[in-house]
């Protein structure tokens, strides 16, 4: 199939009407429940640093929480790299925990390489989405076993603390679904995206944010149009 054209498609009614919300309740106040036990345990019994993910009362996450994380970390510890990692995969995942102990054994497995590749790809994700994609899927494979593009994409996008102006966003198979039933991306598949489909991804939610910020006098973010195209 043919590359859609992309300068072509058009930002859905729905999602502009969304954009009226406060950016502060739909953005920052994302909130997921998570299995804190479970991480606790399981990060434990991997003998990895990094938990704690949260304390013992506490059972959810949202993105302004791992804004704040992100915008902490700096140069970061390897602790505060791991721990960033998991308190996104926690957030990413919700109750759901298939292939999460896979993903803790990988970077068992190997802790080193695996905050070499995030660091490396926290570096670029601010400037670079292609860059900061290879880090952590070079040449179409993941650099830490079973993370894919839709949580390494979590990873990029977190990494930005939430700037208005951060490149890098999510995309996993819900807003690909929207994207390809809704907003007719045609040639969009539905997971294992090259980093030339992530890019030009990034680049349509930019263009239509621009627009968008024309519109309603007010800089929109590109989070904010892929949070209506997880669930419109």
């Known amino acids: 199939m043919a ?14 009407e969304a954009l009226a919300k406060r950016r502060s309740e739909r953005i920052d106040g ?9 991480w606790n345990t399981e990060i434990a019994a991997a003998h990895l640093p990094g938990a704690p993910v949260t304390g013992p009362d506490v059972t959810q996450l949202s993105r ?48 080193p390489s695996a905050v070499a590749a995030l660091r490396q790809a926290l570096q670029a994700a601010r400037e670079d989405p292609a860059q900061a ?3 952590l899927r070079p040449r179409g494979r993941n650099a830490i076993a079973y993370l894919g593009p839709a949580f390494l994409t979590k990873v990029l996008y977190f990494a930005g603390s939430g700037g208005l102006d951060h490149p890098c966003v999510i995309l ?3 807003v690909a ?26 680049a349509l939610l930019d263009r239509w944010a621009h627009e ?8 929109v973010g590109i989070d904010e149009i892929e949070r209506w195209l997880f669930r419109p």
């Open 177 to 202: 679904a929207t994207l390809r039933n809704i907003c007719k991306w045609d040639s969009l598949g539905e997971d294992g995206w090259p980093t030339s489909t992530y890019v030009r991804y990034c």
């Open 133 to 135: 994609y290879e880090a």
């Open 212 to 219: 968008e910020s024309r519109r309603l006098g007010r800089r």
């Open 64 to 111: 302004g929480d791992l804004f704040t994380d992100a915008a902490n970390l700096d140069a970061g510890s390897d602790e505060e790299l791991l721990r960033f990692l998991w308190r996104v995969l926690a957030w990413g995942s919700g109750m759901r925990l298939r292939l999460n102990r896979e993903r803790i054994r990988a970077v068992a497995d190997s802790p």
């Open 3 to 16: 590359p859609t054209d992309l300068s072509r498609l058009q930002l859905p009614r729905a999602c502009r």
């Open 30 to 38: 994302h909130t997921i429940p998570i299995a804190t036990d479970w």
């Open 172 to 174: 996993d198979s819900q």
